[in-house]
């Protein structure tokens, strides 16, 4: 039975990976828009991608850039922050922070989520990263723990988290190795019930274990469109052996061209103005001792730092997207060559296409 059978409430749901970034996410010195990872920017596309009808806006959190000629991500806006102000200006979409575990206390988290929650009325999610860049967290003097221990380490920030958002303020305790937690005081706690949504991006046994138990959404990266739905089932039923439910999310990067030699010849363009040296730094931080990117070739990273590449024509990419979500994908956080170019060309002429095959939008 398909997934939409099971559930008729199921819908694909569309976000972008916004370029809160700079050179966001190619790794390669071909880049239309270079000034797009500035706030003045990253506001039209979020408010092209609310008029368009997406659902969500998602940011990438970064510390330090990558170095190489493109000197990768090395400005970056910080999420929390970014989010306050996106949240502010739009009305409806659906706007994430990615917190990263070792960098704030649970206690300041849960407090600049709740604020989010009422400046957007009830749209404000988080993301959760364990962390694992040395070079990032070496600046602040922070060690990387090992793997095993980041996750349980960030399945106790969740659980002061959701405490603190949901029990009554003033009466949460908490004790473990990393934190202990007196009379928990949120105030004022969310509005979003039972409390903002939460996520976690990983595709590890640690990770997948994590979600399972923790989180309402699963950010993976499956290396094909063919190995998705593999990994989403395992997602889905570790959580349903908990009794939860989990909805899966990955990072595809939509290109698409009149015609699919068209669109090959600007991923071409792409890959062929590659940052070597920024693709090493990038692809050495993030295997450490993670095993979830492993398959991952220079050419993936230098296309879209690791996204999933959809390039052809309109109806490839429409086509592709529903293979994704028919094998159990529900939503897209989707990297883009011209972000808000792209944006307005997805609504026109991709849009249309999936809700003529039948796609819940
Ligand atoms: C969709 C997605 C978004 C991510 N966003 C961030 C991020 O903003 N900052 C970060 O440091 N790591 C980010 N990561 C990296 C993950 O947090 C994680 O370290 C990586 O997937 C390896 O984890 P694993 O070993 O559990 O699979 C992201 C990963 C995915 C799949």
Not at 53 to 69: I, R, T
Not at 165 to 177: H, R, V
Not at 293 to 307: L, S
Request: charge should be negative; aromatic fraction near 12%; proline fraction near 6%.
């Amino acid at each position: 039975m398909s997934q939409a059978e099971t559930n008729p409430q199921r819908r694909m749901q569309l976000g972008l990976f916004m370029p809160n970034c700079s050179n966001a996410y190619s790794i390669s010195t071909y880049k239309p828009d270079p000034g797009d990872w500035t706030y003045e920017s990253n506001l039209k596309i979020a408010l092209a991608a609310e008029a368009a009808g997406f659902d969500f806006l998602f940011p990438v959190a970064k510390w330090q850039g990558y170095g190489g000629e493109t000197d990768y991500l090395a400005n970056s806006l910080e999420t929390f922050t970014w989010a306050s102000a996106l949240l502010a200006n739009t009305s409806r979409i659906h706007i994430y922070s990615t917190v990263h575990v070792p960098v704030f206390h649970p206690v300041a988290t849960a407090k600049m989520g709740a604020t989010l929650d009422h400046i957007g009325k009830g749209r404000w999610g988080l993301n959760i990263v364990s962390g694992w860049s040395e070079h990032e967290f070496g600046m602040m003097g922070i060690d990387v723990m090992p793997h095993a221990e980041r996750y349980q380490r960030t399945a106790a920030y969740i659980e002061i988290l959701k405490g603190l958002w949901t029990e009554p303020p003033g009466t949460f305790n908490f004790e473990c190795p990393w934190y202990t937690i007196t009379n928990g005081n949120v105030r004022p706690q969310p509005t979003a019930m039972p409390h903002p949504t939460i996520a976690n991006a990983g595709v590890s046994e640690d990770a997948k274990d994590l979600v399972s138990k923790w989180c309402d959404w699963a950010f993976i990266s499956p290396p094909s469109v063919a190995e998705a739905p593999a990994v989403v089932a395992d997602i889905k039923t570790r959580a349903a052996t908990q009794q939860r439910a989990v909805q899966c999310a990955c990072y595809p990067f939509v290109l698409w061209r009149d015609s699919a030699e068209e669109a090959e010849r600007e991923r071409r363009r792409v890959v062929e103005n590659i940052d070597r040296v920024a693709v090493d730094n990038w692809a050495r931080g993030l295997n450490i001792q993670s095993g979830s990117f492993d398959n991952f070739t220079a050419e993936m990273y230098a296309f879209g730092g690791g996204a999933l590449p959809l390039v052809g024509t309109r109806e490839y990419v429409a086509e592709q997207l529903k293979v994704l979500y028919d094998g159990g994908m529900d939503g897209f956080l989707m990297v883009m060559l011209d972000y808000y170019q792209d944006t307005l060309r997805f609504e026109r002429e991709i849009m249309p296409l999936l809700r003529e095959m039948g796609v819940p939008l």
